[in-house]
């Protein structure tokens, strides 16, 4: 890491320079940063990580991908190859592909985690099946009966992922972006307490740039970054909200709550719903859901609202409600088809560019390069009041070299609070299901979710349908 | 209270006799118990109380009846002469209607409280105009968008009663009959905090009698009479939850286990509510949806059918549906058509009939005349772990003289504590919807409840309708 | 058991006779009941036992004696014999001694624990090596430096008992009586958690009598049966409250302000203090602590002075300071003496006198016999609000055929609330110090407790000096 | 505000430049910052602050003394127009010394407050009296008897300050140097809940000095400046504690262990102690006692040794105690003395010095200068596990534009978090007996304080010499 430590420079305002010899002194004589990628052949993530891992000023080191299909993570690997050696990159990462975890993970500093549970061919069943059931789901990858079958087939791979890190890499920074991010973070800890794990997610960044709109557009002035709207979040991943918000100082509220009064505001937005079917632009919305329960309860939605959506009963009830609102459903073929796509190098003649995403941030602020406060996934110790001890919730925290101190947020108003103990109610009972294997729990789980609205021996019908189904991925299980 | 305290005699077991002579010199020399019955012109309730008061060897006194129907109570001042005249009598207790609220309540030692909130048109709009929006209610006076506009009109009116019952009779024991129970008793104590004030539903004794009716056909032994069905209770009424039972020590749930287990025991009762309904016996059930809450928990649900099945989204998703469950709901019409029937003396020669309910016996353990373990209304103070300070829970309790206790449940399942959870929030968001005479809370205490699986548009267009219907009964709100 | 049954006869007053046959051919074919008597060579508490057994109408069947000082239990196996024989027993018990602890748990109906856990001569180190270092206890067996060393020797015993019981009779009642209440009975629960144990002292009979006696002399009435003077008890074992207390309803508190109040009443009671030394009434009191912190606090310190003492700085300052409020520290030589005494055979021509304990009535109500409001150690579950969940509390229960189920206590005010989880963390240090074995532990429990001002080299070195003087119980420790 | 505005640039590492246009749209126009002083004579505080603001680049505006002393506060103008004045000052403030407290605040963006309460020859009475009944205080202004009192007629005088500021600058941040800290803060938000209030005080810094020199003789780097070492603070005021430390992320509590398992650390520093005293240093100490409660508990104290050992029995036993640890008594003869001296300018020839205080920091944060991560008291929201909302506690806080977020902490250790929850107890009993001005209360709170270990009687006589020699201050009392 000694390259590395040599760029060193506090950017922490109030932490004045220190001779940087110490540090020599004190550092292992490591030659670089080792990052190993579970997934590795991940064509999304892994790639936004590369060029993110190339523009940054700090880093540098090698990037292990392993991932079972091992032909994605050579692919990855050449992809890499191309990435570094790009005029604009900064610094140097040696890629390779590996067929071995073990490798993989030997001595890693950080592992990043983003795979896909199975065949892609089972999102499939995660949606269709409920949809013949009248359940509607605009992911289904998160919570809901597709969530649901998700985090039974994940939360035993993520076991065997704790078992090997902390057997080959123990005190390894490990970053999940897999969903159900809360129960496959929650899968990591429940079976090695002691890995240093969090999970990250991109969703609230999408709150703070449409909020970073509503103040250019208001207030005159140039849209402001996303890190300058600063949020205080408080919920569960994909069902965070805001408790508060401010630019600079300047509380937002009032000025979203004057935005949503406007008389067309919450007009029938079906016409774009369609456009965006036809375009096929399925992450476009308005942000109406999430405005929607900031009418209704006065704090705001903070995700998508795809993924808001699924959390609760009342934008769901049919294809047709929920175009009303501005948002489509990601069809499945859609992203089956994505799969196909071959990997694209990057232009040479154009400057990388970041991705948006925080992953690389995140590290540099773990290494030392300055404190970031941002939004994470953890174990609540008190910093979400609705949430029990060791529940996996997502609020601001601030991280800093080598620790995650999750910062506390106030009160939820009574029912925004009791929709989010429903969610992690229902999430403590899919993870037991899963740990247990146990059906019953499943249903206990199905039964709570909001968007069910079934007679129980339907519901149950439909559990043991997407559990058969499913069952090449449920080993041990009694189905 | 010298007449009834010279018959007292301690039924404690483990408290021996006491010479009676220093109870005289220490009690005031009161001639006389009095109860006021605010309310008093109901037809079934005040009935119930006279025959069971006739019937107590150790109370005497007055009954002091206020309705604002001063013709109903009238009716009942006739009843009761010829109750306490009756051969069977062993007790007498002058019986006079009154039309001043604050004569009925001045000195009371007890208050009870039974009344109809509003005109008994207005349950019709309680249950109709949900209906149009496809809300399927079996009761509509506890929960769902009926039990929240009765409980509307109603906390006012409790709040009401509270500042009288301050002012006249501030330590009378308050014993409330009245439906929303949790939120009527809430708004007494909300109120008037001082107040002696606890709530009372029969529900419970139905499941005491279901299952002593399955130890008699299970264990080859007469029916045990209910008392003998020891249930450890935890809940908010009529969500009412039975976390073990046994009999004479011996734990049924095993034998519960066996029985649901039957493979015809789940079947389809349709044709049982059909001929119910072609019957009008309304209230008929098989306990069907209490052992399916038992199935899948492994709690019981611990009051009737149609009062379970309101606090959840799957046994009401259609007529058809809750028929399956050999469930019928209870027609207004039936409810309208029963105001109309005249009173019905007893008959001079067969001897009075306990009524079965517990409200004399509770007055009595209160009075001293020993100890009563049952399951009551109260506050929560640590009973029911899953709920708030303050709330109103159900649970069994302890009375004895001048005071009553609480018994501590033990934690819930999950799943059905996140059930009670959700109710409890919903109650807490209509009660200050009432005192704040505020329509968002009133909103949101209609998002969160189980029946509702609207669009919020539909949703708050239905609450309009019915806020404007039952808008007589509203005073100071602004819709 | 068939014999108790037939003499069965509910007490309950609520719960109706009903048909005795059912009962016959419910209950297993037992010919009567087991009780296993651990400590059986306790000269006291086994005497009272096969006293009150004696005079029980309901019971029936054979108690078992296992001590490790076999000629002790043989001793009360021929005491038992004479007890059994009196002409004014109502029961026949067989009493027998064994040496082996598993023939005497196989297959018992109810286990009793009173040991001496060690040598009685370690006692006399509990206390006088506390002395030499200026801390006075006026018991030490509970709390202080004493009841910690007591603690540590027996929390190991009590794991063995707990290990034997649930092979040899997994579902009997176990009572412990043995001091550290608390810590034994936590023992037992730690190690086998599904026991059902529950800790019984007398402590709060004694708050009771004084209440009655202060009720004879004010309201001039015969003093009441203890049973009638209802406490509304919280706290921990020794250092338990009464936060209410009535009689026949009435409040008792205005009445004991008033006659605290009293010029004198907090008098030096040196004099009184010096007679009974003098005359070997090590136990008497006058209650002035208890009355004392009813003073400052508002509630009322519900066990002996002696007890109630050592949990708080102010009263053992010095043994002047302790004879002021007009309480002696048992002298252990007196224990030791006692112990050389023979046990007395009752007297053939006068009739058995009940002892006062309760533990009999607790076997009775537990197997069916009516129920039974008293005060018990139970782990906590909510019933004392100032408690985490399982640490061992002392409160009201309502004991039922096969279960007792705490009764809410309401919450202290902070200044007593705060002395009782003091007390609770020295416990929990305390049973984690004799649990691993770690007298870091051990030295950090004793710095939390009151009785101890010293500096901290110097209470390291006095705990040093107590492991070594007990080292011969502290199996496995490292000193 | 404009031209602090102007010179704005923001610190935060993530957070990107925006065009600085905006900012003069949206900002009001005010001339300039305003800041008031409460107790503007201070003759150590105010000195201090002035010369911070005249170095920080980003401020600018006036500063309002106001004081019941207006000459001190006049010759506070003098220095401040010195100090303005001076060569190295960076920026200008008007500095004006004021009669009237209404004008002091009107309109101020700030309020600091640091006063006496009440004459110094009061302290004396704080800790001459409580010394003559054998209780020895280090400081005796945070708890204990003095701490008590001089809470007593603070809590009044805060409660006036609080009406004052919401009249008259309701959205200033407030900020608290007096101590009794935790009781001086608690009172203005205990009179007025909405004001923006929190607690400043310096002694974690002197830890963070400890460590630095720590890392500095162990891993051979010049000393890091205290805002690297990193600690998770987690208490109350003066009786703070670090659950962690690290430097750039390494683990310091490794390094602090084999610290003090020296053979001779903890050795007998009487001698120093003694030097201190001749030499007249009354703040020496080699943080003995804050590394022996390491030692203890695993976690480290984190103020000064003189406060800390005011918290716990252990240290204050005697002065040869105290003396033996490395600590002395600060004198009160030296309190009074000081007041005597006269103000000094800084001497024109040599840069003004940082103070090393933070208020000046805090405040640009708090105007969006940067992110600063410091540690602050504050009402508990869960950012201290051990404490009930609303409590002020200490811990590390974020300060950001116009907002504060507590940090979470993790829990502590039972040992230590029952040390804190006493002292909370005490404190809530002290603040209820000042605000309710309840000398029942006093004595409770005084009953707890673990540097009493008297007999009632005398504690009782002893508050009462206490609460006549403050009774000028006391207004309101019935002493």
Redesign the interface.
């Known amino acids: 890491m000694k390259a590395i430590l040599e760029t060193a420079r506090s ?6 320079q ?2 940087k ?3 020599h ?2 550092e292992e004589k490591k030659a670089a940063l080792k990052i190993a990628y579970i997934g590795g052949g991940s064509r999304e993530w892994a790639a936004k990580l590369m060029v993110d891992l190339a523009l940054s000023p700090h880093l540098e080191g090698s990037l292990a991908l392993f991932d079972i299909d091992h032909d994605a993570a050579r692919e990855n690997e050449n992809l890499g190859a191309e990435v570094f050696s790009h005029p604009s990159a900064r610094t140097r990462f040696h890629v390779h592909a590996t067929g071995s975890i073990d490798d993989a993970l030997a001595g890693a500093d950080f592992v990043v985690i983003s795979i896909e549970p199975g065949p892609v061919a089972l999102r499939k069943a995660d949606v269709e099946i409920p949809w013949r059931y009248g359940i509607l789901q605009t992911v289904g990858d998160t919570t809901g009966p597709g969530g649901l079958c998700r985090a039974l087939r994940s939360v035993p791979m993520f076991q065997g992922f704790a078992r090997k890190i902390r057997e080959r890499c123990p005190s390894a920074w490990v970053i999940n972006y897999t969903n159900p991010m809360a129960l496959c973070t929650a899968a990591l800890l429940t079976e090695e307490p002691k890995l240093k794990v969090f999970g990250c997610c991109h969703e609230v960044f999408g709150t703070q740039m449409m909020l970073a709109r509503l103040v250019r557009d208001n ?4 849209e ?2 996303r ?2 709207i ?1 949020l ?1 979040i408080s919920g569960v991943n994909h069902f965070t909200w805001a408790l508060s918000a ?1 630019w ?3 509380d937002l509220f009032p000025l979203l709550r004057q935005h949503v009064s406007g008389k067309e505001f919450f007009k029938d937005r079906s016409e774009d719903a369609g456009r965006a079917r036809s375009q096929q632009r399925w992450f476009d919305h308005h942000g109406l859901v999430a405005y ?1 329960l900031f009418r ?2 006065g704090v705001l939605g903070a995700a998508g609202d795809r993924h808001l959506a699924e959390f ?4 769901l ?1 049919s294809e047709q ?1 929920l175009h ?1 609102w501005g948002v489509v459903a990601t069809p499945i073929s859609w992203r089956m088809q994505r799969l196909r796509k071959s990997r694209q190098a990057p232009d040479k003649n154009s400057a990388l560019k970041p991705s948006g995403e925080e992953g690389v ?1 995140q590290m540099e602020a ?3 390069f ?4 941002t939004n994470v996934n953890l174990p609540n ?3 979400v ?1 609705e949430a029990e001890a060791g529940r996996i919730v997502e609020t ?1 925290a ?1 991280i ?4 995650i ?4 947020a ?2 939820h108003p ?2 925004s ?3 989010i ?2 969610a992690l ?2 999430q ?2 899919a993870l037991d299901a899963a740990l247990l294997k146990d059906s ?1 729990l499943a ?2 789980a199905l ?2 979710d909001p968007l ?5 021996c339907q ?1 149950k019908t439909m559990l043991e349908e997407m559990l058969e189904a499913t069952a090449g991925q449920l080993p041990g299980w009694d189905t």
């Open positions: 950017k922490n305002v109030h932490v004045p220190t001779n010899r110490p540090i002194l004190l207030w005159e002035v140039p402001p970054p890190q300058e600063r205080e401010n600079k100082g300047r929607d209704r309860f609760v009963p009342w934008y009830t409600e009303r941030a773990l290494l030392g300055g404190d970031l406060v110790r008190g910093q009041p601001n601030l800093s070299k080598n620790e101190r999750p910062i506390c106030a009160a009574p029912g609070g009791e929709l103990r429903r109610t229902q403590r009972l019953d249903l206990q039964m709570l069910v609205d079934l007679p129980l519901l």
